[in-house]
């Protein structure tokens, strides 16, 4: 079973990772702009053998907590590409939806392509201040992690996504200490990503990949407009 807070293992033998990530700070991006072409070759093959030996280094398989949460548009988005790369390998997939239940997203009847594959659960019944029943939402927001716990304990299924999860966890529907004692009854192998904004602090540390989105610009809050069919749902 996965351990979500192991540590890997010891890193004093491996490269510098400066080399592997400079290219993509504005400094790094300045800099090769500036090289001749020897020097540009130079620098990528001393790149490419710093990628090389971290990557003969790199753990082979592991199962990930993956986290995605912050203001801005995309977690949602992004974690259902990593379901169309799982499908797209064969794998079994799950997906739970806390809190947005009343609605069908165009993504369900996408994948309603693989029914062999992908089992998919709206839950929720609809955005918090729709159902205005906090009693109502704590009971399905606790079904639905009970579902969850079902296909997370399944080793048939490579890839689970907890969609808003992170929301339920937020307005204290769920706890973020039962949510890690489930995690940890996952595969070794087996991943799950859990979406939504304002993840708790104890479920980022426990991660093994998290990303914020980070909102600049968003034209329901700077245009009044509207969401809109093929963009937010």
């Known amino acids: 079973m996965s351990t979500i807070n192991s540590q890997q293992s010891s890193v004093n033998n491996q490269p510098s990772t400066k080399e592997s990530w400079e290219i993509t700070t504005d400094a790094g991006v300045k800099e090769i702009a500036s090289l001749n ?8 093959e001393r790149r490419k053998e710093v990628q090389d030996k971290r990557m003969a280094s790199a ?11 912050g203001n801005g548009k995309g977690k949602t988005t992004a974690a259902l590409g990593m379901v169309l790369r799982s499908l797209g390998h064969g794998h079994k997939v799950a997906i739970i939806q806390f809190i947005k ?21 709206a839950m929720g019944e609809g955005f918090t201040w729709e159902t205005q029943d906090r009693d109502r939402d704590i009971e399905k927001a606790q ?4 579902k969850a716990l079902e296909y997370i304990r399944n080793p048939d299924y490579k890839l689970v996504l907890l969609d808003e999860i992170n929301v339920a966890l937020k307005l204290g529907y769920l706890n973020v200490e039962q949510i890690l004692d489930g995690l940890e009854q996952k595969p070794d192998t087996n991943h799950v990503i859990l979406t939504g904004r304002g993840a708790p602090a104890a479920l980022i540390e426990g991660a093994d990949l998290v990303t914020e989105m980070t909102l600049v610009k968003h034209p329901f809050r700077d245009q009044n407009v509207k969401a809109q069919a093929g963009i937010e749902f």
């Not at 199962?63 to 949460?69: D, E, N, R, S």
């Not at 009343?102 to 992908?118: C, T």
């Not at 079904?143 to 009970?146: L, S």
């Open 37 to 44: 072409d020897e020097q540009y070759r130079k620098k990528m």
């Open 59 to 69: 753990v082979q398989e592991k199962g990930l907590i993956i986290v995605h949460t």
């Open 101 to 121: 239940g009343s609605w069908e997203p165009a993504e369900k009847k996408v994948f309603s392509l693989w029914p062999e594959q992908l089992e998919f659960y």
């Open 143 to 146: 079904e639905a992690w009970q």
